[in-house]
């Protein structure tokens, strides 16, 4: 076997780096003790039982590319070893047949190699390294007045199970390598250059172990040292990959720091001409989304138009929003105009979803070079190579596609002019659109302004020509620009693969023999060049033939001499996660960069003992500076993908919309939402919450009852038991499920009983690259399937607390973790929680990430999801109302904005069919959309995929020439009336609005058909409780009241006692274990029946005094509030207790004369008291001041003479109205 190029032993710029790059150096370079390439012991790496004059021949086995079976090394064959010289000549006998013992137990045997080889697979995900090595020989040495114990050589190898075997096998992608952190460990510390470790003896089968150890111990000897060279062997996870970083840093950081985005990292200036160029150049982004062959929508478009320019900018990319969909679209655009590309990836998945959209939708797959694969065997490389220069273009006309783009710019051209006569502001000043809305708001003026909106919306009609709209030729229209579209798309790849290959060959004609020299080296089965030295060699060449590759951080220095640019752009994935120093290497081989990842999720994890680990980022989170992180605070351009496509429903993503993303994703309504609860078995959708007995078992306690430490084992059982029933339900298919725990014993935990399950099918899809998997929150970022189920892992102590340590999310930065953890599900996250949410005290936590687990924990109980933006005060768009009211009038329920985001389905109509129709309209949301692709095709077709049986479009001024038809439409579609036309609109129209008078007011999404519910207040009128996605009601204060059909008033009732109760009975219920507790906690139960919602200070008061106490004290308050507990109700974030959570969700009545029978309107629920003015507001006409809406509610309230202006009650109603005035938009 030849030997590989050697290391060299110094930095050959050593003492004239700037600061910056010293920084970056130790981040790289761990040479600390934890490492335990500097100190390996007994827990990082499992010894083999090899005696030591055979360690050569073991390592000449392992390089020939035998496998070596692994036994437990306390007994062979069912006999103990007999003493050492036994254990050597059993150790020699099972050598011989390749087996080798492993130092452990037979209790370990399993857990110990099971562990080791599904975090060995892990890193090579998530990083395209393979850190397994097998250490041949230690060395022993002081350092810093410790004895440690060093590897000397480092032998790449795959761990496998076969049944109940482990086997050992050589990575072929690799070569046996000196270890270098120790040797410039030893050298820092002693001033040696150990030349016999780093110039290592070679053999036909790598190194020469016997005698490159001798040599060593000549060398040490010589030196005059003690130390001790040891002929051992041990199996285990050594990073070793970040060495190579680092010496490509330290030797050529000159080189590395001219690209003009690392002088700026560096903290340098850009040179003359190399600033970015300006972001935001007008683009037609209509023409960037045809020019590409994924569909795009326009905030993809426009990174793809900024980036092609030739800038450097950041993109933001919030999870679920088309990340790998637009990097797909980007190579290909970029390689369509001769550009050559660099992608890179810690994430083998990350790539993979890349390569496989570029090569499987695309066609252009062998133009892709992969060197990220630490699998990548350099034959496979010449193959990829040979291939790509064998490839021929396909036929190409040029003139058709010419001919076809000019047929998309026209069909395009006329969807925009409608789109401009409809909201664009003529000479009037208005638009079609507007002039309609003041025409419709004028309706219910007086005689005058109708006709003067009239007389203006005619102006505005006749200057557009949309009075002769003709809704079927638009729709044709739009067909023909789908098709047309579509069309483009399936003809890009021959253009692209034209212009590529024209090039390919013209650098090979210009590069004279060299191109000859290529395809024989190429050719060549013996003697080739290595990957580097080719690349090294034909670089221009390669880029050519291949002008796109992809890699990792660490294949990048190992592949890439840092001599030269290699490529145009350089395109950075999960840049949030990926370091500056390890990107600085990569960015060094392009000219301009695109760093795509999102600041809300994963930071870096770096390894210990690094620098960046024992120390903070800027950001004051744990762990180093992303890329991502330093490109933002440089002020790079930046731009943010805004879509979101995950999800199906958005429950799933609403909670980080409204957290981390500032409500500015678009989400789409899926009909699952309405269609029933959510609920968490294997059919379910949304968020639940699985309440489990479970006990997290800490390294103290777990010790003395022979439990794994720091885990569940409870939770571990619950969810390895939901994922055999999942498969159970699915005996076709494997189930699309993954699994998150809060730390990774408990990942651990969880595994190894799937494993050791005996399911084949389990255990297969815990192997397959998109199965089952397994992970901790710290390493699932990239991943994605239908459902998760969560793991909290953690619990209450034996003292019953709940401690604020939840692993990583309770440290800075948690809830960037949390995010990734809960934006993983297409459909379904179950979580499993051994506490109940208002056990934790997130109050008591100053980690943002503690406070958020809190609330989501709440959500997922609940399965009421935040709206994903605050609302502010809507527009209000009367012809939406109008066709709403129009269509309840006709006897068909009606939701109107329907959606959790700022995209929102204008109408859903539900009639006697049960078909929901979804109903699209032309107003200012549509028309703010930035492309046609955006208005008309791509909402269509991603809402038919979520399951939307009807999509209908109503364009306005369809609707003004024929109401009546577009409402018969619309009723055909949805199966006819709920009921006969007119009796809907007579129960439920406000005062104010008639047929002839379309009501003003935005409708609101209205409940289901109401079920009897039987109460202990028998005359309230209690509907069935809503779906939360349908009224958007929630429990907690973030959600606004529901508004259904006016709702009927009751009068106030209060409970009170039959008589009174022992006040001892009150005091023993102090007792957990007392039977006066479950009476006292049956009292506020009655409580609740009765007043609910009520403050909770309310009702521990009456309790209080239905013991006998006339006078409550904050101590006895305190301690009944303990005692109580949330378990009996529900108490919601403005502190009002309720019977239940499906209490708290159903629309609210006002109660008559409440004022009269609290001490404060504070105690009268503030959704109480915007029921009450929503139905005073909508039977006021709009001409009423808020002043005489508040004396008006004061009537209601009380039957006392009141002042609005005593006790606070002005302030109360007038913040209800200010309320309900957002909520609907205003007048």
């Known amino acids: 076997m030849p030997a590989p190029t050697p290391e060299p032993g110094t930095d050959r710029a050593a003492g004239a780096a700037p600061a910056r790059v010293e920084e970056w150096k130790r981040a790289l370079l761990d040479l600390s003790l934890r490492n335990p390439l500097i100190d390996r012991t007994a827990r990082s790496a499992i010894e083999l039982r090899v005696p030591p004059e055979l360690v050569g021949d073991f390592e000449d086995i392992v390089n020939k590319r035998d496998n ?232 993809q478009a426009r990174v793809i138009a900024d980036a092609v320019s030739g800038c450097s900018l950041v993109v933001e990319g919030p999870p679920g929003t088309g990340k790998s969909q637009t990097v797909a679209n980007l190579i290909f655009r970029s390689l369509a105009l001769g550009r050559t590309v660099m992608f890179v990836a ?131 229209r739009l067909d023909e620009y789908r098709r047309l579209q579509a069309s483009l798309r399936g003809r890009l790849a021959p253009e692209l693969l034209d212009v590529v290959l024209r090039r390919r060959d013209r650098v090979l004609r210009e590069s004279g023999d060299r191109a000859e020299a290529l395809r024989r080296e190429l050719e060549r089965r013996k003697g080739t060049l290595n990957v580097r030295a080719l690349v090294d060699s034909y670089w221009d060449l390669i880029t050519a033939i291949t002008p796109c590759i992809l890699v990792s951080p660490d294949s990048v220095a190992r592949f890439f001499p840092a001599n030269r640019r290699y490529v145009d752009m350089v395109v950075f994935d999960e840049a949030s996660q990926i370091t500056v120093a390890d990107a600085v290497g990569a960015l060094g081989r392009g000219c301009t960069a695109v760093v795509v990842g999102d600041p809300k999720q994963m930071p870096p994890t770096p390894s210990p003992g690094t620098a960046a680990a024992s120390g903070r980022s800027a950001s004051g989170e744990d762990g180093a500076d992303s890329i991502l992180d330093r490109c933002l605070a440089l002020g790079l351009p930046t731009r943010r993908l805004t879509w979101h496509y995950r999800s199906r429903v958005e429950s799933l993503i609403a909670f980080s919309n409204r957290h981390y993303y500032d409500g500015r994703l678009l989400s789409f309504p899926s009909p699952l939402m309405m269609a029933a609860a959510p609920d968490d078995g294997p059919d379910g959708y949304g968020i ?22 720091n885990t569940n084992p409870v939770e571990a059982r619950q969810i390895v038991d939901e994922v055999g029933r999942r498969f159970e339900a699915s005996p076709q298919a494997t189930p699309s499920l993954g699994i998150i725990t809060f730390n990774n014993h408990q990942c651990e935990l969880i595994e190894a009983e799937l494993r050791n399950s005996g399911r084949k099918r389990i255990i297969d899809a815990l192997d397959a690259r998109d199965g089952l998997f397994v992970r901790n929150l710290n390493n699932v ?155 008309d095709l791509l909402p269509v077709d991603v809402l038919h995929s979520m399951g939307w049986e009807r999509i209908e479009r109503v364009w306005m001024p369809t609707w003004v020439a024929d109401a009546d038809a577009v409402v018969a439409r619309l009723l055909a579609a949805s199966g006819g009336a709920l009921e006969p036309a007119g009796t809907k609109a007579a129960a439920s129209a406000p005062p104010a609005a008639s047929a002839a008078s379309p009501s003003t007011a935005p409708s609101r999404p209205r409940p289901t058909a109401p079920e009897t519910q039987a109460t202990t207040a028998p005359e309230e009128d209690v509907a069935s409780a809503p779906r939360p996605e349908q009224t958007q009601a929630a429990a907690s204060d ?31 219920a102090q007792d957990k274990d007392s039977p006066e507790r479950a009476q006292v906690v049956e009292t506020a139960r009655a409580i609740c029946d009765v007043e609910s919602p009520l403050p909770r200070h309310r009702l521990i008061v009456k309790l209080c005094r239905a013991y006998g106490l006339t006078r409550v004290v904050k101590s006895r308050e305190q301690k009944v509030d303990e005692l109580l507990g949330d378990a009996f109700a529900y108490t919601d974030g403005e502190g009002f207790v309720w019977r239940s959570v499906d209490a708290a969700r159903l629309p609210v009545h006002y109660r008559r004369h409440a ?21 005073l507001r909508a039977g006021s006409g709009g001409w009423v001041s808020a002043e005489d809406l508040c004396n008006q509610a004061l009537k209601r309230l009380s039957v006392k003479k009141r002042r609005l202006s005593a006790g606070g009650v002005k302030k109360a109603l007038t913040d209800a109205l200010a309320e309900v005035e957002q909520e609907d938009g205003g007048w």
Request: with cysteine; net charge negative; aromatic share 6%.
């Open 68 to 299: 070596l079976a692994l036994r437990a090394a306390a007994g062979f064959g069912g006999r103990p070893a007999r003493g050492v010289a036994q254990a050597a000549d059993d150790a020699t006998e099972l050598l011989k047949a390749h087996t080798v013992g492993a130092v452990l137990g037979s209790k370990e045997y399993v857990r110990r190699l099971q562990n080791l080889a599904a975090s060995a697979r892990t890193t090579l995900e998530e990083t395209g390294a393979n850190n397994l090595y097998l250490a041949i020989g230690t060395l022993g040495w002081y350092t810093d007045g410790q004895r440690v114990r060093s590897p000397l050589i480092l032998v790449p190898v795959k761990l496998e199970r076969e049944g109940d075997t482990f086997i050992v096998s050589l990575d072929e992608a690799g070569v046996s390598t000196p270890n270098y952190s120790l040797l410039a460990r030893f050298q820092a510390d002693t001033g040696i250059e150990l030349t016999a470790l780093r110039e290592p003896e070679y053999d036909d089968h790598g190194v020469n172990v016997e005698a490159t150890l001798d040599k060593l111990r000549q060398q040490l000897r010589a030196a005059g040292r003690r130390d001790r060279v040891e002929s051992t062997v041990h199996l285990g996870l050594f990073r070793f990959s970040t060495y190579r970083m680092w010496r490509d840093l330290a030797e050529d950081w000159p080189t590395i720091t001219t690209n003009p985005l690392v002088a700026r990292l560096l903290g340098g200036t850009p040179g003359a001409g190399t600033a970015d160029q300006a972001v935001g150049a007008p683009t037609d982004l209509d023409e960037v989304v045809e020019n590409l062959p994924l569909v795009a929508d326009s905030a």
């Open 346 to 476: 810690e994430k083998q998945s990350a790539l993979d979803v890349v390569a496989r959209r570029l090569g499987e939708e695309t066609g252009i797959g062998d133009l892709l070079l992969n060197l990220h694969d630490n699998g990548m065997r350099p034959a496979q490389v010449r193959e990829a190579l040979r291939r790509a220069l064998e490839l021929q273009a396909p036929a190409h006309d040029a003139a058709a596609m010419a001919g076809l783009r000019r047929q998309l710019a026209d069909s395009r051209g006329e969807l925009e002019v409608y789109r401009e006569h409809l909201h664009a502001p003529g000479q009037e000043g208005k638009s079609y659109y507007a002039a309609r809305q003041e025409l419709v708001e004028a309706m219910g003026a007086d005689a005058s302004a109708a006709a003067h909106a009239q007389e203006l919306f005619n102006a505005c009609a006749a200057r557009s020509g949309l009075d002769g709209f003709d809704a079927d030729q638009h729709e044709a």
């Open 688 to 709: 639940s919450l699985r309440r489990v007995n479970g006990t997290y078992y800490r390294a103290e306690t777990a010790k003395h009852r022979g439990i794994r430490p």
């Open 781 to 935: 970022q990239g991943e994605e399937r239908d459902t998760i189920l969560v793991s909290v892992t953690f619990s209450a102590n034996e003292r019953g607390d709940l401690p604020l340590n939840f692993g990583s999310v309770s440290h800075a930065g948690g809830q960037r973790r949390l995010n990734v953890a809960i934006t993983r599900a297409r459909r379904q996250v179950v979580v499993f929680s051994s506490f109940d949410p208002e056990d934790l005290h997130a109050e008591r936590s100053t980690h943002q990430g503690v406070k958020d687990l809190r609330e989501y924990l709440g959500r997922a109980r609940s399965g009421i999801a935040p709206h994903g933006r605050p609302r502010s005060v809507a527009s209000v768009d009367l012809h939406r109302d109008q066709i709403a009211e129009r269509l309840r009038e006709a006897g068909v329920e009606v939701m109107s904005g329907v959606g959790h985001s700022d995209f929102e389905i204008d109408l859903v109509v539900t009639g006697a069919g049960g078909t929901r129709v979804a109903v699209l309209l032309d107003g200012p949301g549509w028309n703010r959309r930035a492309s046609a692709t955006d208005r």
């Open 1038 to 1068: 973030d959600a606004a009241a529901p508004e259904a059909a006016p709702l009927t008033a009751t009068e106030y009732r209060q409970w009170r006692p039959v008589g009174v109760y022992p006040l001892e009975v009150l005091d023993r």
């Open 1155 to 1175: 004022l009269d029978h609290v001490d404060s309107i504070e105690e009268i629920h503030p959704r109480e008291l915007q029921a009450l003015m929503r139905e």
